[in-house]
C-alpha cells in the first residue's frame, strides 16, 4: 500500500510539474512500469540530470517492447535521440532515429509516430543549412499533428514553419506562424520539453530579425512560464541569455552581465555547454561597450572555447583597440561567407562601422545600401534604425543635409523602442553633421546629450570620443573665466558671478594670458570667439 501511495505522490507531482518532486519521488519507487520510467526520464531531463534521464528512458523504451507496444517504444526513442542530438551526441542520437525507423517499416498503416521521426529529419535538414528540404519536412510535421491532433507535431512543424521562412527573406510571413505556433504553448496542450524548446526558438528567431518588441513579450511568457514550475533547470539558461539581451539593449548593463553570467552556469549546470559560447558572447559586447577591453577579450576568448564565433564584436574589439587591419580583414571574410538574409543583417551593422573606420566607404555604403533592403523586407523597427544609422554614417561626410535625415529617422526609431546607447549614438553623428551644416548652437548641444547619455550609461569608451578638446590646453574653470571676459565682464563681476574671490580669478586670467600667449583681455576674446568658445 505504501508503494501504492508513494507511486501516486510521484505521478500527481509530475502532473503539477513539480519536477525536483517528481524526480526524487520517482526515483525512490523501487519497482516503476514503462510510462512512470518515461515520466522519470522526463522528470531528470528538466532538472539538469541528463545521464539519469538517458538510462530511465532507455529502461522505458525496452519495458515497451518487451510488452508487445512498437510505438510506445517509437515515442521513447524519439525522446531518446532528441535528448542526445541536442547535447552533441550525434552519432548515438541518429543510431535512436535509425533504431525507431526501423521499427516504424514493420508497422502496417500511418501513425502519429511516423509524424515524430519525420521531425528529427527535418532538425538534420535545417542544422545542414538545407532549408528548402526542412521547410517541406515541417509541412509534413504539421500536417500530422493536425491529423492526429497531437499538439507537440502541431507546434514544432509551425515553429519550423516559420524559421524556414525568415530564413528564406519571408519575415512577416514566418513571425505569423511563429506566432501561431506559439498557441498551443501558451494554453497549455504542449508537453514541457517542446513548449520549452518553442519558447525559446521562437524568442531566438525574434532576435535574429531584430524584433525587439515581440522578443520582449514571450521572453516575459517565458519566465512566468518557468517560474511555474519549480525545480526547472532546463531552457533556464535559454532564458538568461534573452533576459540578458533585452536588458542591453535598454542600457541596463549590470544587469545584462549578471544574466549573462546566469547563462553560463545554468547551462553548464544543465550539461549542455555549447549554448554558453552565445551568452559569452554576449557578455564580451557589454563589456566591450563599458570599456572592459582586457574582460571582453577574454568573455569571446571563453565564447570560442564553446564553438562560438564572437563576430562581429570581436573585429569592433580589435577596432577601438587600434588593430583596424584585423578588423577589416575579419568583416572581409565574414562578407565573403555564404548567408542566409536573416544571419546577414546581424553582421552588416557592423560590418558598415568598421569598413568607414578603415578608410574604406565605397564599400561602406554597399554594404549600407544591402542592409537598408533587408531591414525594408524584414520590416523590423530597431533593423530599420540600424539601416538609418549606417546610411547616415556613410552619407556624414560628402552630404551632411542627407545624413541628418537619416540619422533622425534612426534616433525616432530608437527612441520608440527605449534603446538609450542607440539613441545616443544618433545624437553624436548628429551633432556631427549640424557641426558641419555650421549650426554650432545645436551641434554642441546633441553632443553634449550623448556625452552625458553614455556618461550615464557607463559607455566610457563612447563618452570619451565626445569629450570637448579645449583649444590652447585651457581647464575648464579657465573656460568659463575666458567666456566671461569675451562678454565684457570685469574681474569683480567675474567672481560673483562664478562664486570665486578676485584674486582667483586673476590668477586664471594671467594663466589664460600665459596659455594663450596674449597680453590683453582684448586679445583672449578675440582668441575666444575664433575658437568658439563664446
Not at 500536417?143 to 514553419?161: K, M, S, V, W
Not at 570581436?314 to 538574409?341: F, I, S, T, Y
Not at 525616432?412 to 546607447?421: G, I, M, S, V
Not at 558671478?497 to 586673476?506: D, G, N, R
Request: hydrophobic share 50%; charged share 20%.
Amino acid at each position: 500500500m505504501g508503494v501504492v501511495d508513494d507511486l501516486a505522490k510521484a505521478r500527481a507531482a509530475f502532473e503539477h510539474r513539480r519536477w525536483v518532486a517528481a524526480y526524487d519521488a520517482l526515483s525512490d519507487v523501487g519497482d516503476l512500469d514503462p510510462d512512470d520510467f518515461a515520466r522519470l526520464a522526463t522528470a531528470a531531463y528538466l532538472v539538469g540530470r541528463k545521464n539519469d534521464c538517458v538510462q530511465a528512458m532507455q529502461r522505458a523504451y525496452q519495458g515497451h517492447l518487451d510488452a508487445g507496444d512498437p510505438l510506445a517504444a517509437v515515442r521513447c526513442g524519439f525522446w531518446l535521440a532528441l535528448v542526445l542530438l541536442t547535447s552533441g551526441e550525434a552519432a548515438i542520437g541518429g543510431g535512436w532515429v535509425s533504431r525507431c525507423k526501423r521499427l516504424l517499416d514493420e508497422v502496417p498503416g500511418d501513425v502519429v509516430e511516423r509524424g515524430y521521426l519525420l521531425m528529427h529529419l527535418m532538425m538534420g535538414s535545417v542544422f545542414a543549412g538545407e532549408f528548402a528540404a526542412a521547410q517541406a519536412m515541417a509541412l509534413e510535421v504539421s500536417d500530422y499533428g493536425r491529423r492526429f491532433r497531437d499538439p507537440d507535431l502541431t507546434a514544432t512543424g509551425l515553429n519550423a514553419q516559420g524559421r524556414m521562412a525568415l530564413y528564406s527573406g519571408r519575415v512577416q510571413e514566418g513571425l505569423a506562424l511563429l506566432d501561431e505556433a506559439m498557441i498551443g504553448v501558451a494554453t497549455g496542450e504542449v508537453s514541457p520539453i517542446i513548449a520549452g524548446q518553442v519558447y525559446c526558438s521562437m524568442i531566438e528567431a525574434c532576435r535574429e530579425v531584430s524584433d525587439y518588441g515581440r522578443a520582449a513579450e514571450w521572453t516575459s511568457a517565458l519566465t512566468a512560464w518557468i517560474d511555474a514550475q519549480p525545480g526547472l533547470l532546463l531552457f533556464t539558461g535559454q532564458c538568461a541569455v534573452h533576459r540578458g539581451q533585452l536588458m542591453r539593449v535598454h542600457g541596463c548593463y549590470p544587469e545584462a552581465i549578471e544574466e549573462f553570467d546566469l547563462a553560463v552556469h545554468r547551462y553548464l549546470d544543465a550539461e549542455f555547454p555549447a549554448p554558453a559560447g552565445l551568452a559569452l558572447a554576449e557578455w564580451g559586447d557589454v563589456l566591450r561597450l563599458r570599456g572592459e577591453f582586457e574582460a571582453a577579450q577574454a568573455a569571446y576568448d571563453r565564447a570560442a572555447g564553446f564553438g562560438h564565433e564572437a563576430q562581429p564584436g570581436l573585429a569592433l574589439l580589435w577596432l577601438v583597440n587600434g588593430r583596424a587591419d584585423a578588423a577589416l580583414a575579419a568583416v572581409r571574410r565574414l562578407l565573403a561567407e555564404p548567408r542566409d538574409p536573416v544571419h546577414r543583417s546581424q553582421l552588416l551593422p557592423g560590418a558598415v562601422e568598421v569598413l568607414l573606420a578603415a578608410g574604406e566607404p565605397d564599400d561602406a555604403a554597399a554594404i549600407s545600401a544591402e542592409l537598408m533592403s533587408i531591414a525594408e523586407s524584414f520590416g523590423c523597427a530597431a533593423l530599420r534604425a540600424m539601416a538609418h544609422y549606417a546610411r547616415g554614417g556613410v552619407l556624414l561626410a560628402a552630404d551632411p543635409p542627407a545624413a541628418l535625415a537619416e540619422l533622425k529617422n534612426a534616433l525616432h526609431e530608437w527612441q520608440r523602442l527605449d534603446a538609450p546607447y542607440e539613441v545616443a549614438r544618433c545624437r553624436a553623428l548628429i551633432g556631427t553633421a549640424l557641426r558641419a551644416l555650421g549650426d554650432e548652437h545645436s551641434a554642441t548641444a546633441e553632443l553634449t546629450s550623448a556625452r552625458q547619455a553614455f556618461l550615464d550609461l557607463g559607455a566610457a569608451p563612447a563618452a570619451r570620443l565626445l569629450t570637448p578638446t579645449v583649444p590652447g590646453g585651457l581647464t575648464e574653470r579657465e573656460v568659463e573665466v575666458l567666456r566671461l571676459v569675451a562678454a565684457g565682464h570685469s574681474n569683480p563681476e567675474i567672481a560673483a558671478t562664478l562664486v570665486l574671490s578676485e584674486k582667483t580669478v586673476a590668477r586664471h586670467l594671467s594663466n589664460i594670458f600665459t596659455k594663450l600667449d596674449v597680453s590683453s583681455r582684448t586679445a583672449a576674446a578675440k582668441f575666444a570667439f575664433e575658437n568658439r568658445l563664446t
